[in-house]
């Protein structure tokens, strides 16, 4: 199979933890005899610092012509003075837009031999967050205005109801193909979309189609307890923009660490965008100490979901379940107590990239 990936390293750790995956993907390459031709964009702060803007018009070309994206992180402290409209994380809502990305899959599984980096101590979770997100308020008109010496700020929040058909639509067909019941979490008690959101999932859970799906509604500051209270409960989650940034941020420390997590932001054809969930974490940049799993992983997302390619996505996930049961741990998953980290053999990202492709 040959394909055209964009590849984005992005800012702070995002370069040093996509070389780990572009080294995997080499193996993977060369294992099962395909052709991946790399592009690399530059996207966020680092195209600030050379072009002036977050994402150039010819960078956002490369992304829209490849068959995927894969993704480092965004942002960092250098940048949090420019304003708003130029910051680094632009560049990602951009790219999410242009490219249509409306559906983004984070999923959360805990691994058994992680329970004790979960500050709960979670052992048993296996759920999947769908947010939508190229829409709600993070598309909406925003204002800031001063009237008289009084300064005032507003972000709209709107909802079409195509908008929430086409991701409720990707949640049920994910239930059903995974046989998981469904939680669409929303604040329908105050807010209009999320009555119009109700409305519409409600509809989804009596057609005929999704009939066996176990479907439940819950409002986000009740699901946001619960995902502490009781993982385990949840299959799929689908829910709007913001409320999915808050708890997928939440739920990946279910995992041990926020660094663990990958993601896939989808639309209807094959291209998708492929990101670890974490930041940039400026504070630990260019140290080899970052956690590289999440890229990895986002990886073995991209082989599944844009490209058909099941065997190699799943010889991606056993070699890190593999490292993880071998006891190698990175910085941010190793344990506090003394004696227990004993246990383990720490690594520094690169050494972590290196073990798990030598199990490929
Ligand atoms: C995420 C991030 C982004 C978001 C930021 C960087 C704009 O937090 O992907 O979850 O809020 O969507
Ligand atoms: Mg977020």
Redesign the pocket.
């Known amino acids: 199979m040959e394909k055209n990936i964009a590849v984005i390293k992005g800012d702070g750790i995002g370069p040093e933890i996509i070389e780990r995956a572009i080294d995997i993907l080499k193996k993977i390459e060369k294992k099962y005899s395909h052709k991946f031709n790399l592009e690399y964009v530059d996207m966020g702060g680092c195209s600030i610092d050379k072009h002036g803007v977050p994402l150039t018009d010819e960078n956002l070309e490369k992304c829209l012509k490849s068959d995927s994206v894969l993704l480092g992180s965004?942002?960092g402290y250098k940048w949090d003075n420019v304003e708003t409209e130029n910051r680094p994380?632009r560049g990602?809502?951009k790219l999410r837009k242009e490219l249509n990305l409306y559906a983004?899959i984070r999923p959360t599984k805990i691994l058994k031999s992680l329970e004790y980096a979960s500050p709960l101590k979670v052992s048993e979770c296996d759920f999947i967050i769908v947010r939508e997100?190229t829409g709600g308020i993070?598309f909406g008109k925003h204002s800031f205005e001063t009237a008289g010496n009084m300064r005032q700020a507003s972000d709209i929040m709107v909802y079409r109801e195509d908008e929430i058909k086409r991701i409720g639509k990707v949640a049920f067909d994910m239930a059903k193909k995974n046989k998981k019941n469904i939680t669409s979490v929303d604040k329908a008690n105050v807010l209009y979309t999320s009555k119009l959101w109700r409305e519409i999932m409600n509809d989804f859970a009596k057609k005929d189609e999704y009939e066996e799906i176990e479907y439940n509604d819950m409002y986000v500051d009740n699901a946001a307890m619960q995902l502490i209270a009781n993982p385990s409960q949840f299959g799929i989650i689908v829910t709007e923009?913001m409320f999915g940034?808050i708890l997928?941020?939440e739920a990946s420390m279910l995992t041990g660490s926020i660094g663990m997590s990958p993601?896939a932001s989808l639309s209807d054809g094959s291209l998708g965008m492929y990101?670890p969930?974490h930041?940039s974490a400026p504070d630990i940049a260019g140290k080899d100490i970052a956690n590289p799993i999440g890229a990895i992983l986002s990886l073995a997302m991209m082989f599944r979901y844009s490209f058909n390619l099941f065997e190699e996505a799943e010889d991606i996930e056993n070699a890190v379940y593999k490292t993880i049961e071998e006891n190698y741990r990175t910085a941010d998953l190793m344990p506090k107590d003394k004696e227990l980290a004993n246990k383990y053999q720490k690594v520094g990202c690169a050494e972590m990239g290196d073990i798990i492709m030598s199990k490929i």
Do not use: A, F, Q
């Open positions: 965004v942002g994380e990602l809502l983004n997100l993070y923009n940034d997928s941020d993601s990101e969930i930041g």
